[in-house]
């Protein structure tokens, strides 16, 4: 990244989603460390510790725009819009303008035949 494009932080916000993870794996640290081994607990609240910080390090901000030095000169106005869309024009031939085919009138199932 080269110096013009601004400096980008290396930690953002933690997400509180990511908690709902991290909360479970100190509460297996904090028993494992209690009831098993003080060395797999410890190594649980790592795990739990790195979790918080890969997901600050993947919700970090984006790089910060440069300050603009020369002021852009300004757009065009807006086109109005034509008439009709593009797909409704359509040329006209000898036969006069394009119609949809007609279709055909649904069918309708009779009455049901009488029972015995």
């Known amino acids: 990244m080269s110096p013009r494009e601004g400096s980008r932080p290396k930690f953002g916000r933690i997400d509180p989603f990511c908690l709902m993870a991290v909360f479970p794996v100190l509460l297996v640290a904090g028993i494992l460390g209690a009831l098993v081994n003080v060395a797999l607990g410890i190594g649980f609240a790592l795990f739990a510790g790195l979790i918080l910080l890969?997901?600050?390090?993947?919700?970090?901000?984006?790089?910060?725009?440069?300050?603009?030095?020369q002021a852009r000169p300004a757009s065009p106005p807006p086109r109005a819009p034509s008439r009709a869309p593009a797909q409704a024009r359509r040329p006209t031939g000898?036969?006069?303008?394009?119609?949809?085919?007609?279709?055909?009138?649904?069918?309708?199932?009779?009455p049901p035949p009488p029972a015995r």
Do not use: I, K, L, T
Not at 54 to 69: C, I, K, Q, T
Not at 94 to 110: E, I, Q, V, W, Y
């Open 94 to 110: 000898d036969r006069g303008p394009a119609r949809a085919p007609a279709r055909a009138p649904a069918r309708r199932a009779g």
């Open 54 to 69: 890969f997901d600050s390090w993947a919700n970090r901000p984006g790089p910060v725009p440069p300050p603009e030095r």
